[in-house]
């Protein structure tokens, strides 16, 4: 039985169907209501409102579910390696042993830069935020790579697809050396995706350099859990963006920009700031205070999280990532693990947090682990958005491949002057 709404507004009642999903909840399709009854719909902040149909990835908020094409993330985070994640994204399936090698041996083909790039990076300052520098450069890709713009040809939009997975991680290596004045470092492509990277950003021209293979490990795990996460703001300004056609290069920069936010990707940088700031266990109790007063407006930067109303299951697996990253650097005592820990204890067990069903997000441990791997605070969210490349290309792919999709163009509600006539300089 075909399920369906029944809207009634002022005199007119209308009946919207009902779709469903294969799991989660159904969605009361509204595309007619305008047309039917003059009245839009209200939703800042896409509170109820599904904007797109996906089969990429699922998230159930209130279990602390995340599913990748139906795989749970600690499968694919304790089994499988960053690679073959992104070919589950990329094409729906886990790849056999055959597509997996041809797969990992594309990405690692597609690992260089144009050469000329190099010399674009030099327009910035040396001191500018690393997000800054990717916004721009990957901005600019759509400048070097002419033959992989044309949205319309399912063969460019593949080429398009592999180059930004490939050359995300060289163009955010590049992005580190710019900022700490060491030369550039060219992939070497008899590694894996994450020990390249690592080799990309630590390796210097007059030593030797050896990826540990713990580091390379945890930080391949870390983008498993980043990979994608259905139509968070920066997805969803990659497909908005995407909807009028705008190449995939411009489209990913879009969603750099948008990830770059605190309330978003930047929340890594901002959780170890604020433990930073707390500095010690005793200072928790003020700060926990200050969170929960209303006129002060400071959060507890790494906790809530807009579905996630449980456990974000990213962040058990960034736990455990973050205590095997320190004992493999020797990192015995961290003051700052010492306030995370008594953080999240505290948290857990407060009123304010659990009525409003705040829990660590992925963030809240991410910036220990990234910090002990050596990583600068700045390079927080660009690591993030190395991770959430394949998400943002996957999803702008499946929004093109959809005959069904059109130009994202939500209304409004007016609230300011109705027609008013001008009035002179001299009148005013
Ligand atoms: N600390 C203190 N109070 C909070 C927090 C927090 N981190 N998050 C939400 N609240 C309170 C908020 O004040 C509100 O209380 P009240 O009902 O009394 O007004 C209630 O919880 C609901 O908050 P909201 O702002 O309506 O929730 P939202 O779904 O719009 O926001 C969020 C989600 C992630 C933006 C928010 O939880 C937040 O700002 N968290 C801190 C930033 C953060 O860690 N972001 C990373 C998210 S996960 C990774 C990613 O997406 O990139």
Known sequence: MTKSATISIGDK??????KSGTIGPDVVDIAKLYAQTGAFTYDPGFLSTASCESSITYIDGDAGVLLYRGYPIDQLAEHGDF????HLLLHGELPTATQKSDFDYRVTRHTMVHEQMARFFQGFRRD?????????C?????AF?????????PHQRMVASMRMIAKMPTLAAMTYKYNVGQPFVYPKNDLDYTSNFLRMCYAVPCEDYKVNPIISRALDRIFILHADHEQNASTSTVRLAGSSGANPFACIAAGIACLWGPAHGGANEAALAMLAEIGTVDNIPAFISKVKDKSDHTRLMGFGHRVYKNYDPRAKLMQK???EVLAEMGVKDD????????LERIALSDEYFIERKLYPNVDFYSGITLKAMGFPVSMFTVLFAVARTV???SQWKEMIEDPSSKIGRPRQLYTGSPRRDYTPISKR
């Open 145 to 153: 790579y002419h033959d992989s713009t044309d949205i319309s040809d």
């Open 391 to 393: 998400g943002w290309i």
């Open 321 to 323: 990532t973050c205590h």
């Open 335 to 342: 003051p700052l693990l010492d306030v995370a820990l008594e």
């Open 83 to 86: 690679l073959e994640t992104c």
């Open 128 to 136: 500018a935020h690393p997000m800054a520098v990717m916004v721009g």
């Open 138 to 142: 990957v901005g600019a890709m759509a």
């Open 13 to 18: 009642t209308v009946e919207m169907p009902i």
